[in-house]
């Protein structure tokens, strides 16, 4: 669903001195309680004393004089401040500029709340009024977006541009309370934040985050709450940062669609008494929710954390894996980790091309690991039972609102995923089950292909069509799978030629694929949605491979688009694999996906993967041999 065509109405002639200007009007979980957990839970404590920023960068910028542009104003109950970075979403798809005459139609009264806005990061804002060669600050008044000042071009990635606008928030604005909503794309405790098309797509990291926090106003007032307009960003890393500077934090354990969070919800503010961070985390994620419905497309995710109990859960998940460490030496014991870990509920999972996020549920890692430790994980499911105040999803796996980094699908660059996460000083124990599960994982490889691909430990199996690159010999490529979701004997096609479909998501009785592509030169993948309500599958658009930050919702096809297949050619004889351009696909009558029998041309093989996640074939041989 998308938000209002009206919401894109231009918001009038830029002037950075002061100036107004008006937009034309345009399955749930209850709350839940603490609980103690049984087993003696110590609250978080990092491995060292303090976390080390010496290689942090920090630009600090004049937000004092920025300040000084602000009349003053008496102290109000909120003062709710917005980090929007516009990046690709506004270039591309206007979305900034969509939510922000969003925020200006959702009748909030702003008597009894400051909204400020920085903007910035994006090549081209969809309006005329934020301007894109510099960030500005903004307020919202009376239903009119208000510039306050132009600062320069700021690089949106650095600390200290966050900094500096928390302190002009506390500063210039005064509140009993504080909230921020950090708004672009995400990628969990890897990637963090963010990405400044500016700056070469400059991110702020959790290091980096914690860093801006620490040095900011929030670390002597706390924010009420912190909120991410941004994917994959409901983390325990995240929490377990964010918990020194603010009381509530609300994000998505999954990707968000395009159009984000719902911003009517800022009406809310209009309530009689000042409402915590746990009552507006509730009305946030109900106006989402019920903003896209339960027949809805995207995948929907959105909950509330109290970070008072953020490091009862980090301590919770280092004991548990604490025990998951004595599992990792011999190949018996820790193929029964890596058979669940290969199982547990991912997000931000791609094609094969761009399987790295590696953030999972922590419940569903919790019941998956109950049968080998239930102690240990039932102590994590009531520490998530207290932390996790509030959440709804549509996925058909059972979610608990916060997930955590988990090693696997992204250990093609697991070396410097590793290095990031030791920086962010988590729980040691927790930290050092992943190195370890990492350095068996990978190193394993060679000694257990041939034993694992002999066991019975719950191997995915489905059938392979290939095509003979009869220069080369013993090369095929890779040009379309079976699944279990697709119709019997059916093979899928898009506009004739056919694709290979990875299946990334379940959710509200659909399964959502990633076809690789290749689009107007970038590397994606084309998304469909197969499932009760679309059993002919029905295409959603295209999404970019930014690498570890997820982007956004998906991008609407163009009949100008240049998207070639991107296929995965594999040499039979020595078991080496590349990844090359395939087939062009014209757009310029849309995509359209249909089923066929498989061509007589073309090569079957049988897939498996081992417990360690590596894919073995079958040789390739004809249908009807």
Known sequence: MRKPVFLLIALGILAITP??????????????????????????????????????????????????????????????????????????????????????????????????????????????VVPSSECAIWEISEGRLKGITGIGLLDMGDPGTLTGFINLGYSAFPADRYALIMWDHGGG????????????????????????????????HKMEWLGFDSCLMATAEMAVVAADYAKYMIAAEDTEPLDGWDYEFLSAFNS????????????????????????????????????????????????????????????SSFRKLATRRRATKTFGEGSPRDNQSDM????????????????????????????????????????DGLSAYYIYGGRDIGNLALETYRL???????????????????????????????TSDD????????????????????????????????????NGEYVCLFPIANYDRKTMFASPAIINDVEGNIIVVVGDKYPEGKILGVRKNDGLVIQKGFDEIKPEDKIFLHNKVYNFRDKTETWEKGKEISAKNGLALKWDILSNDLYISTETEDAYGYINYTHPFRESS
């Open 19 to 128: 100036l107004v200007m008006l937009l034309e009007n345009p399955e749930e979980n209850p709350t839940r309680s603490a609980t103690t957990s049984d087993l003696n839970v110590v609250p978080f404590r990092r491995t060292t004393t303090t976390v080390d920023f010496s290689e942090t960068s920090f630009t600090e910028w004049d937000y004092e004089s920025a300040s000084e542009k602000v009349p003053f104003r008496a102290k109000k109950p909120y003062t709710l401040m917005i980090y929007m970075n516009g990046s690709d979403l506004e270039t591309d798809n206007a979305a900034g500029t969509v939510d922000l005459a969003e925020m200006l139609t959702s009748g909030v009264d702003t008597g009894k709340v400051n909204i400020v806005i920085f903007t910035g990061g994006t090549n081209r804002w969809q309006n005329n």
């Open 189 to 220: 405790a890897i990637a963090g934040f963010g990405q400044d098309e500016k700056f070469d797509d400059s991110s702020l990291t959790l290091l980096d985050m914690n860093y801006a926090f620490k040095k900011s106003a929030a670390a002597e």
């Open 272 to 331: 009689n008494y000042p409402l915590s961070g746990a009552e507006m985390g509730q009305i946030i994620v109900d106006s989402f929710m019920d903003f896209y419905g339960p027949d809805s497309d995207e995948v929907l995710t959105l909950s509330v954390m109290d970070l008072s109990r953020a490091g009862h859960v980090m301590s919770s998940m280092g004991m548990l894996m604490e025990r998951c460490s004595d599992k990792l030496n011999t190949p």
């Open 360 to 399: 999972v549920d922590l419940g569903d890692m919790a019941r998956r690991l109950s049968d080998i430790f239930p102690d240990e994980a039932g102590a994590l499911l009531r520490e998530l039972e207290t932390a996790v105040l509030y959440t709804r999803d549509n996925s058909d796996t059972q979610l």
């Open 424 to 454: 962010l000083q988590m729980d040691g124990d927790y930290t050092g089950y992943l190195n370890g599960f990492f350095t068996v994982l990978t190193s394993s490889r060679r000694a257990t292909r041939s034993s694992v691909s002999s």
């Open 459 to 494: 191997m995915p199996v489905q059938l392979t069509a290939w095509r003979d690159i009869g220069e080369r010999p013993g090369h095929f490529a890779m040009v379309s799978i079976q699944d279990d979701d697709f119709p019997c004997d059916q093979w899928p096609k898009i």
